[in-house]
T-cell receptor, first 112, second 114 residues
Framework: GENVEQHPSTLSVQEGDSAVIKCTYSDSASNYFPWYKQELGKRPQLIIDIRSNVGEKKDQRIAVTLNKTAKHFSLHITETQPEDSAVYFCAASEGQGGKLIFGQGTELSVKP | GAVVSQHPSRVICKSGTSVKIECRSLDFQATTMFWYRQFPKQSLMLMATSNEGSKATYEQGVEKDKFLINHASLTLSTLTVTSAHPEDSSFYIC??????????FGQGTRLTVV
């Protein structure tokens, strides 16, 4: 089955700096890669996603890149703000109807 | 986005009792629902996949007789933790899938077994 590895487990940046979180996946059949932000005790919130027919997607300060050949995808947050502090999870699935397999999570801390 | 409601948000139960958690899709029909468990400072671990009108598919290592899943309608799935023990204490989250690829999550249930 699918296995998703996520790094780093913790990341601390200064406000205004960029943050990058990386994930690798094992199943070449996976074709949908969402990223979630989770605050303590709350549900995961989808922040951006990418499908395997696209190499990069951007939404304001957030971007995701996908390298299908290498089976890795990354989340980039620019101009970080303290409110970006949370745990971020990557995930992979086989698209329509497919179950999501999550990475281990990255605790991002943005220091003012 | 679509709304998924999960109840209760918190429950404390005695060891040996059973607890039922409900997951409802409020404004769309969910052909598939997923149940996850999340221990403190850990990731979401998929427990089972539930399709309306059929038996749930459980992930390896998840006891189907302990975690009973029922998906009787296109808007409701339930997870019953039977004979709960303290090690079952966790955050349980459901997600529902409609016609799009995006999965919508419930707000989660914090289960504490004492």
């Amino acid at each position: 089955g699918e296995n998703v590895e996520q790094h780093p487990s913790t990341l601390s940046v200064q406000e205004g700096d960029s943050a990058v979180i990386k994930c690798t996946y094992s199943d070449s059949a996976s074709n949908y890669f969402p990223w979630y932000k989770q605050e303590l005790g709350k549900r995961p919130q989808l922040i951006i996603d990418i499908r395997s027919n696209v190499g990069e997607k951007k939404d304001q300060r957030i971007a995701v890149t996908l390298n299908k050949t290498a089976k890795h995808f990354s989340l980039h947050i620019t101009e970080t703000q303290p409110e970006d502090s949370a745990v971020y999870f990557c995930a992979a699935s086989e698209g329509q109807g497919g179950k999501l397999i999550f990475g281990q999570g990255t605790e991002l801390s943005v220091k003012p | 986005g679509a709304v998924v409601s999960q109840h209760p948000s918190r429950v404390i139960c005695k060891s040996g009792t059973s607890v039922k958690i409900e997951c409802r899709s409020l404004d769309f029909q969910a052909t598939t629902m997923f149940w996850y468990r999340q221990f403190p400072k850990q990731s979401l671990m998929l427990m089972a996949t539930s399709n309306e009108g059929s038996k749930a598919t459980y992930e390896q290592g998840v006891e189907k007789d302990k975690f009973l899943i029922n998906h009787a309608s296109l808007t409701l799935s339930t997870l019953t933790v039977t004979s709960a023990h303290p090690e079952d204490s966790s955050f349980y989250i459901c997600s529902a899938l409609g016609v799009s690829t995006e999965a919508f999550f419930g707000q989660g249930t914090r289960l504490t077994v004492v």
